[in-house]
């Protein structure tokens, strides 16, 4: 099995994508929902995204942002990847000259399988834990054993994940990527260095 990709999401300061990007982080994430507590304005995403070596993935979340919103975003702010949290149809992650992965929150009883056809022109699929209301970002973990091998998107896992459990979530799930916020935070949108640095290595030992 080939290496599995991590990405911190969430990033507010620049310190913090520079922790990541030193820790051996394939991506960022940048969040665009402004109820977040994580949210970040165009004008710390462009200084956090000028701060990054390269080779480093810089991915923008959105919640139903209308495509004017969207667009006014990334005219501003050079976005390598687009990660849609919330109620959107193909179309609507389409179009944007980005590639794009969509989040689904994994309820017992979903057909993965035909959410991963629908989102056909996703390059991943997200999976996150379910909670009534919430888009995603509530370090809760959900059942693994809800995820059938064999999807046709690759998986990027996430949803509660932290240095202490995300070996096991490797193992069980195998997916191409995990996405952690929360289980490396000091607090909400402050990174710890040294919980990233952590979680890193322990994705890299898996």
Excluded at 50 to 55: G, I, N, Q, V
Aim: aromatic share 6%; with cysteine; charged share 20%.
């Amino acid at each position: 099995m080939s290496a599995v990709r991590s990405k911190i999401c969430g990033i507010t300061r620049v310190e913090d994508a520079l922790a990541a990007a030193e820790a051996g982080a394939d991506a960022i994430g940048l969040v665009f929902y402004p109820k977040s507590p994580r949210a970040v304005s165009i004008q710390q995403a462009r200084a956090i995204i000028a701060a990054l070596p390269p080779f480093v993935t810089t991915v923008g979340l959105f919640v139903n942002a209308s495509r004017c919103e969207l667009g006014e975003i990334l005219d501003a702010v050079p976005l390598d990847l687009l990660q849609f949290h919330g109620d959107e149809s193909p179309h609507d992650c389409a179009g944007f000259h980005r590639p794009w992965i969509k989040a689904l929150r994994v309820r017992p009883g979903d057909d993965l399988q035909a959410a991963c056809r629908f989102y056909q022109g996703a390059c991943g699929i997200l999976l996150d834990a379910y909670v009534a209301g919430v888009p995603g970002g509530t370090g809760e973990v959900f059942d693994w054993s809800l995820i059938p091998q064999g999807l046709s998107k690759p998986v990027i896992l996430a949803g509660g994940l932290t240095p202490g459990n995300v070996a096991e979530a490797i193992a069980q799930v195998r997916p191409y990527a995990v996405d952690v916020s929360g289980g490396v935070e000091a607090a909400k949108g402050i990174k710890d260095a040294a919980r990233i640095q952590a979680f890193i290595q322990a994705v890299q030992g898996a």
